[in-house]
């Protein structure tokens, strides 16, 4: 580590702590950057900032977007009674990309784990809670990761859920446990919406 300069060191380090990336990559990351020419780089800082500046929770389901509500909240098109919790947008994506679910999201933006300190009053489920009370709700389905704080998450959400007149289903766990719903295939992840059961 100390054959690099330390502003270089600072900058492998912060990247670093980016999902998935240890200190090699994080050094081959910082070595690229660091042949990038001018301009490039100006333009992906400004994206990063972009990101940043514009990209928030939707008002309704808070999956990422750049509007006040999203456009699977927005689209006339979607099964507006029927909604499919999950722990980040990037479930959304792994969901959609199966095109065998037709409803909407609500996306928790994390999950119960004792580990890290997160509770139950850390989900944010107000908004959910509110449509549910609206009548707007008629089925929920459970689409938490299949791993220890991902199950917690769903007993939690089942015993929050179940005094409201709506279906509540948990996703057919044809997915291995301990796997994280971004890395299934499409095709797993398809069946196991599919085969989803009914859980009260």
């Not at 400004?46 to 689209?75: G, H, W, Y």
Request: neutral net charge; aromatic residues 8%; glycine residues 6%.
């Amino acid at each position: 580590m100390g054959q690099f300069p330390k502003i270089f060191n600072d900058l492998i380090t912060s990247l670093a702590r980016f999902p998935g990336i240890g200190r090699r990559s994080a050094e081959r990351i910082a070595f690229f950057i660091l042949r990038m020419p001018q301009d490039e780089l100006k333009e992906l800082a400004r994206r990063m900032s972009e990101v940043q500046d514009f990209i928030k929770p939707c008002a309704m389901c808070n999956n990422f977007t750049t509007l006040d509500i999203c456009s699977l909240c927005s689209s006339v098109k979607r099964e507006k009674d029927v909604i499919c919790i999950v722990e980040e947008p990037k479930d959304v994506v792994a969901i959609e990309k199966t095109s065998q679910y037709n409803g909407l999201y609500y996306v928790l933006l994390g999950s119960i784990s004792p580990l890290e300190g997160l509770n139950s009053q850390d989900l944010n489920l107000g908004k959910l809670i509110h449509r549910i009370q609206k009548g707007e709700i008629k089925e929920i389905i459970i689409s938490t990761d299949p791993d220890n704080d991902g199950e917690l998450t769903a007993q939690y959400l089942i015993k929050k859920l179940s005094s409201y007149p709506i279906k509540i289903y948990r996703i057919a766990i044809g997915i291995p446990l301990g796997t994280q719903i971004e890395y299934i295939d499409s095709a797993t992840l398809g069946k196991a919406l599919l085969e989803k059961k009914a859980v009260l």
